[in-house]
């Protein structure tokens, strides 16, 4: 499956409260596995810089990538970026057969 990485800065609203941030995390992460069954997560990072989280997920296609993109904006991320990615082994294969 293809990989992805989806990078999330969440409105400054959702971060005033770190007591409720795990809750949140825990009720989107549920509606992304309800309403994306197929994705495989890979790992979750929160970062030091102009995003708060980035994860890594396999998703069949990029509609479903998609939807887990459009599930995160609609639990309080004020901004969500989705890039494919291609794991380095992967690309020393492609890069060799040029």
Known sequence: MP???LLTKLSAQSLQ???N????GRDWFGEVKTKCPQVKWID??????????????E????????KVS??????????AES???IPYMRFLEISKKL
């Open 21 to 24: 941030r795990e809750n949140m």
């Open 83 to 85: 890039w494919s990615a």
């Open 17 to 19: 409260d770190p007591k």
């Open 3 to 5: 990989t992805y990485i």
């Open 70 to 79: 459009l599930i995160t904006l609609s639990k309080g991320a004020v901004k």
């Open 59 to 66: 998703a069949p296609n990029e509609e479903e990538a998609a």
């Open 44 to 57: 979750h990072y929160a970062l030091l810089g102009p995003f708060d989280f980035m994860d890594i997920y």
